[in-house]
């Protein structure tokens, strides 16, 4: 079966650096999204990897390793309002989205 | 710019009644997305179209039926509402390209009782 693995929840300082990890095992890869979403709201895109290394935008960084079936988020500088849902998906062989059940993230000041 | 919009936002439903939940979005995309989130699980996609005239089955279609008369429009229906259909729905759009994101409605809460 696919299978998307994300922690449930994580507690972080604001200010502070967190890694939001992603493990996938799926049929086929074409490419890896984060989204972000507050609670109440609808989810929001992040960024897309499809190549191993990071991509970098802004304060948020994203890194994929495919012979690892890995992939992060980075959150640098962390505000209050980082506060939400993190959403790992990763595009199958058939070029299905699968989504992660996503990692609840609280800032604390 | 609206981008794409769901209606309504939240239903109490009774069991056995039906129910078509909206979605329309105005940024032309070809691929249209139905989901379902629940508790501790990932977004499970219930159907799917990738241009308009032709819809496709989901993970979790059971219970649920689409329609995609034109490319803006996208409605859900539940035919005979079930509790275990208790859940937040999602509308999401792409330009159908598969390194593109996808646009999410702001959900419909929907409560089967």
């Known amino acids: 079966g696919q299978n998307i693995d994300q922690p449930t929840e994580m507690t972080a300082t604001e200010g502070a650096i967190v890694q939001i990890n992603c493990t996938y095992q799926?049929?086929?890869?074409?490419?890896l999204f984060w989204y972000q979403q507050h609670a109440g709201e609808a989810p929001t895109f992040l960024s897309y990897?499809?190549l191993d290394g990071l991509e970098e935008k802004g304060r948020f960084s994203s890194f994929l390793s495919r012979s690892k079936g890995y992939s992060y988020l980075l959150l640098k500088e962390l505000q209050m309002k980082d506060s939400a849902s993190y959403l790992c998906?990763?595009?199958?062989?058939?070029?299905?989205?699968?989504w992660g059940a996503g990692t609840k993230l609280i800032i604390k000041p | 710019t609206a981008g794409i919009t769901q209606a309504p936002t939240s239903q109490i439903l009774a069991a056995g009644r039906s129910m078509t939940l909206r979605c329309t979005q105005d940024?032309?995309?070809?691929?249209m997305y139905w989901y379902r989130q629940d508790l501790g699980l990932g977004l499970r996609l219930i159907h799917y179209?990738?241009?308009?005239?032709?819809?496709g089955k989901g993970e979790v279609p059971d219970g649920y039926s689409v329609s995609r008369a034109n490319t803006d429009d996208f409605p859900l229906t539940l035919a005979s509402a079930v509790p275990s259909q208790t859940s937040v729905y999602f509308c999401?759009?792409?330009?159908?390209?598969?390194?593109?994101?996808?646009?999410f409605g702001q959900g419909t809460r929907l409560t089967v009782v």
């Open positions: 179209s990738n241009t308009a005239g032709t819809t």
């Open positions: 999401a759009s792409s330009d159908g390209e598969m390194n593109t994101e996808a646009f």
């Open positions: 998906a990763v595009i199958d062989s058939n070029y299905q989205l699968i």
């Open positions: 799926t049929s086929g890869f074409n490419g």
């Open positions: 990897n499809v």
């Open positions: 940024m032309r995309h070809n691929a």
